[in-house]
């Protein structure tokens, strides 16, 4: 049997924020969503949140989570104390339990499996990952024998000189034999620079403790400051543009582009300089994407451009061109080859194919048929100040420059709108509609 727990009961004071530790966003996940994701393949019997510091927030922001406990720690006294919260709701466990960071985010699946693997063949009574750091300022450094025995953890704060030059890091993650563990935790002491009651010291209680260096020392990042989260940011976001470019997307300029774990592409996309995919973006094969464009949760077909423009919670079919500088709002839908260009704004429209929206538009509310020419300017008037009216515009219609379409209004296929108009009534297929004052001469006047 396999319980885990994720430690999640701290403020994060060296944070500064508001915001409980465990929530600060890494890449459009939370800390301990991210944490909670890396056992998810082990299919654990029990899963564990220790929570403390703004619970109840802690537990609200994981409400969609299923099959998970919470055990509140009041107060947070180290992290020692917050696995003796476990006694009680343990009482009955046997078997293995996994304990887990809230703060150390980057962990893969993989390492977690090989831990536990190493655990169970090496019959210890505790397994804890560990890594060498080139700097390893702040966390507790692990003493251990050339076979992998670790005889004890001491803290960054409690170390001596000489016990700080000792680079091999605790990670924060530990496989236990729970009832070995249980046996120990009562007799934990704050006998240490913080005052608090350490899950580390159990270690040199337990025999045999061993220890398993993971391989890429990222992994272990702990997150205790706003400087710690930007490294792991980075860390993240690397990871994700890599595995991208192994899938056949170019990146001009990587490093200046961020996704997210739910960013799908196609091959041969091409993703411009300063470009950023947010949410659940899907842009398929063969699009070009920036330089200087945002997607969020966007559904864009082949053979897309966008330049310096933003798409939100939009469709975008095969074909079409977006911007210089355009803004897709939410609700907008694309059919194929239509052309949204310079200044032009959308919102919860959908327009057929191959209609262009070509300069300084606002569409919004609005339904346009196949190839509709929206002309410079037009804007549809949908808000009368108290609720929200259609536009729709017939197939193959035109609008004149700097026209007005105060809605609701329909307009049949084939319409001609003069230049300058602003028409409040319907217009039947095939009309020109003019709303316009006419113009006067006077000759000579002057
Ligand atoms: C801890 C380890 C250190 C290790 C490092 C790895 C201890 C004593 N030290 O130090 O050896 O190198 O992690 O990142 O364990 N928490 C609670 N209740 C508490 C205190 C903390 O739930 O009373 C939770 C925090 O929310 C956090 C985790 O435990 O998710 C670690 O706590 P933190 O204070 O960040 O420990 P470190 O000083 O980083
Ligand atoms: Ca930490």
């Not at 729709?392 to 300058?420: D, E, F, Q």
Request: with cysteine; aromatic share 4%; charged share 20%.
């Amino acid at each position: 049997m396999l319980a885990v727990a994720v430690l999640a009961a701290g403020k994060g004071t060296r944070m500064k924020s508001d915001l409980p530790k465990v929530l600060q966003p890494l890449a459009g996940a939370t800390l301990v969503e991210r944490v909670l994701g890396s056992c998810r393949a082990l299919d654990p019997q029990r899963q564990i949140l220790i929570v403390g510091h703004q619970a109840e927030r802690v537990e609200q922001s994981l409400s969609q989570h299923g099959g998970l406990e919470f055990v509140l720690q009041q107060p947070q006294n180290g992290t020692g104390h917050a696995v003796q919260q476990l006694l009680a709701p343990l009482a009955d466990f046997e078997g293995e339990l996994l304990v887990l960071n809230g703060d150390v985010p980057l962990l893969r699946e993989e390492t977690i499996t090989a831990l536990l693997e190493r655990h169970r063949t090496s019959q210890a009574a505790v397994t804890l990952l560990t890594a060498r750091l080139d700097d390893p300022t702040g966390y507790g450094r692990v003493f251990a024998d050339a076979s992998g025995h670790v005889s004890a953890i001491v803290e960054h704060r409690d170390c001596s000189e000489e016990q700080r030059a000792n680079n091999l890091t605790n990670a924060g993650i530990y496989c236990f034999n729970w009832s070995k563990l249980a046996a120990v935790l009562p007799q934990l002491s704050t006998d240490n620079d913080q005052g608090e009651l350490y899950l580390t010291d159990t270690v040199a209680m337990l025999s045999p403790a061993m220890h398993v260096e993971v391989a890429d020392a990222d992994e272990i990042n702990g997150i205790n400051d706003r400087y710690q989260l930007a490294q792991c940011e980075a860390v993240i976001q690397q990871r994700l543009r890599r595995h991208w470019m192994a899938e056949g997307v170019t990146f001009v300029d990587p490093e200046s582009c961020t996704l997210s774990d739910g960013t799908r592409f196609g091959r041969d996309v091409v993703v411009e300089p300063q470009c950023h995919f947010r949410g659940n973006t899907n842009v398929g094969r063969g699009c070009r994407i920036g330089p200087g464009s945002f997607l969020e949760n966007a559904s864009v077909g082949e053979e897309v451009e966008v330049l310096y423009s933003v798409v939100r919670d939009a469709v975008v079919a095969d074909g079409c061109t977006i911007g210089p500088y355009a803004q897709l709002r939410p609700g907008t839908e694309l059919a194929r080859d239509c052309r949204i260009g310079n200044f032009v704004e959308i919102k919860k429209s959908q327009i057929a194919a191959g209609s262009k929206v070509n300069h300084l538009s606002y569409i919004g509310d609005a339904q346009l048929g196949e190839n509709v020419n929206v002309g410079a300017g037009t804007i549809t008037a949908n808000y009368d100040g108290v609720t929200k009216h259609r536009t729709v515009i017939g197939a193959g219609s035109k609008t004149g420059a700097n026209s007005v379409l105060v809605a609701p209004i329909t307009l049949g296929a084939n319409v001609t709108v003069g230049a300058g108009s602003t028409l409040t009534k319907d217009v039947p297929a095939g009309a020109l509609a003019l709303g316009r004052a006419k113009q006067l001469i006077k000759e000579n006047w002057s």
